[in-house]
């Protein structure tokens, strides 16, 4: 079993930043894509960003790419997402997200059913 749980979301202006962290417990997370997704309030869940077991490789959907940066430190079992020039629209609760299936090097993947992990998510309001 693995854990994850979220932190770092909260209120923030329009055009300013925000990190937002997921720590992993139970088991080892460096062998395993991590991802963000997002949800808005009446919408679906929607992938943020991805990155594979080593970092190498990292993959962002086109709302928020050139704005956030997905890491991880596997020492800390934690990866982060850094949000700069926030927007309205990225309102939504953040979830981080593990895939424990066994893959190919630098996997990423943007599919929401290929995540077996989910955290419990963190809020992120953006004022306008």
């Known amino acids: 079993q693995m854990q994850l749980v979220e932190s770092g979301g909260g209120l923030v202006q329009a055009g300013g930043s925000l990190r937002v962290s997921c720590a992993a417990s139970g088991r080892t997370f460096s062998p395993y894509t991590m991802g963000w997704f997002r949800q808005a309030p009446g919408k679906e869940r929607e992938f943020v960003a991805a990155?594979?077991?080593?970092?190498?490789?990292?993959y962002y959907a086109d709302s928020v790419k050139g704005r956030f940066t997905i890491s991880r430190d596997n020492a800390r079992n934690t990866v982060y997402l850094q949000m700069n020039n926030l927007k309205p629209e990225d309102t939504a609760v953040y979830y981080c997200?593990?895939?424990?299936?066994?893959?190919?090097?630098?996997?990423?993947?943007?599919?929401?059913?290929?995540?077996?992990?989910w955290g419990q998510g963190t809020r992120v309001t953006v004022s306008s």
């Open positions: 997200a593990a895939d424990t299936t066994t893959r190919i090097n630098n996997y990423v993947t943007r599919h929401l059913n290929e995540y077996d992990y």
């Open positions: 990155i594979s077991r080593s970092g190498i490789n990292t």
